[in-house]
């Protein structure tokens, strides 16, 4: 069993940043795949980028390519993502998962597990 603690999140202005962090404990997250995803009020969870077991590939949803990179600290047993260049349709609850293995996608909510409880990130404009 894995358990998993989201921090980082707060309010920043259109046009800031935030490194969010997934700390692991009770497995080593480098042997899992690991997505984010986000809810904004009123919408349905959504993929936004994922890492995986495999040589650490990375994956983002379109809408926030080129503005969010996702990456792993061994050392702290944790996966980060920072975000850039926020905008307000960022807002959000945002959440990290980890699986074992996934099929087609990493993107794919129903792919994992072990989810974390959510950190609300805040983007004002």
């Known amino acids: 069993q894995v358990q998993l603690v989201e921090s980082g999140g707060g309010l920043v202005q259109a046009g800031g940043s935030l490194r969010l962090s997934c700390a692991g404990s009770?497995?080593?997250?480098?042997?899992?795949?690991i997505g984010w995803f986000r809810q904004a009020p009123g919408k349905e969870r959504e993929g936004v980028s994922c890492i995986t077991n495999y040589h650490d590939g990375t994956y983002f949803d379109d809408s926030v390519k080129g503005r969010f990179t996702i990456g792993r600290d061994n050392a702290s047993n944790s996966v980060f993502l920072q975000m850039s260049s926020l905008k307000a349709e960022d807002t959000a609850v945002y959440y990290c998962?980890?699986?074992?293995?996934?099929?087609?996608?990493?993107?794919?909510?129903?792919?994992?597990?072990?989810w974390g409880q959510g950190t609300q990130v805040t983007v004002s404009s």
């Open positions: 998962a980890a699986t074992g293995w996934y099929g087609t996608t990493c993107l794919r909510e129903s792919e994992y597990v072990h």
């Open positions: 009770g497995r080593d997250l480098k042997n899992f795949n």
